[in-house]
């Protein structure tokens, strides 16, 4: 689990440090990505929902898993990350197809 509300909160690079370590079918978990108006604290500031968006945005290794909401009720949401594809040495699916050889 990465990051609870702190100052500063939680960065994309922690995300995208912490990954590797993270087996295909297991979570990177995000805590609290319920402020900035998510929907607490909207006077936070972007915080780690914002990280999360911005990770996923960079990343096809990881989906949100709302099966992790299921009781509708939770501080963490969109903040269950579960791995999908393995590690491919920092690089997503569509970087490590164009970069192979020819």
Do not use: K
Not at 5 to 27: D, I
Not at 58 to 69: A, G, K, L
Not at 77 to 86: A, F, I, K
């Amino acid at each position: 689990m990465l990051a609870e509300v702190t100052v500063p909160p939680p960065s994309r690079e922690e995300l995208r440090l912490y990954a590797p370590l993270v087996a295909p079918g297991c979570y990177l978990v995000c805590e609290d990505t319920n402020v900035n108006g998510h929907p607490v604290y909207p006077e936070f500031g972007p915080g780690p929902m914002e990280a999360v968006d911005r990770f996923l945005s960079e990343n096809d290794e990881f989906v949100i898993d709302e099966r992790c909401e299921r009781f509708l009720l939770t501080m963490h949401p969109s903040g269950y990350l579960r791995r999908v594809r393995p590690y491919l040495n920092g690089m997503n699916q569509s970087q490590q197809t164009s970069s192979a050889p020819r």
